[in-house]
């Protein structure tokens, strides 16, 4: 009997390990590869639902907090100095290659 306890208490942890571990990983995966990770677990319906939408949420969260951080750093970047900058320090080369062909004449083509 104290076997079983240990095994169920063991398993148990193991468990919650995989669930908390699903829970910070999760904003990075996709919904399917959190069904499949937690399948083994045989969790009840609500609880599945209750981690996918909480996923949800955080991968939500983390893309508006980059949105906002690439957004702020981008807003705060003098372009017309910083093309200056780059201007000042690289030469432009521009090449060109021109081909004239003369036109057959449609007189001489068609007369043949």
Do not use: C
């Not at 951080?69 to 521009?94: M, P, Q, Y």
């Amino acid at each position: 009997m104290a076997n079983d306890k240990e095994d169920k208490s063991a398993g148990l942890g193991d468990a919650l390990k995989k669930v908390f571990s699903v829970g910070v990983s999760a904003a990075f995966m996709t919904e399917e590869g959190i069904r499949k990770y937690l399948a083994d677990l045989k969790l009840p319906k609500e609880i599945l639902e209750a981690l996918l939408s909480g996923a949800n949420r955080s991968k939500e969260e983390i893309t508006n907090r980059v949105a906002k951080e690439i957004n702020g750093i981008i807003s705060k970047i003098d372009w017309i100095d910083e093309l200056s900058k780059f201007a000042e320090t690289h030469r432009f080369k521009i090449q060109a290659q021109i081909e004239i062909e003369k036109k057959e004449d449609s007189k001489k083509s068609s007369k043949a």
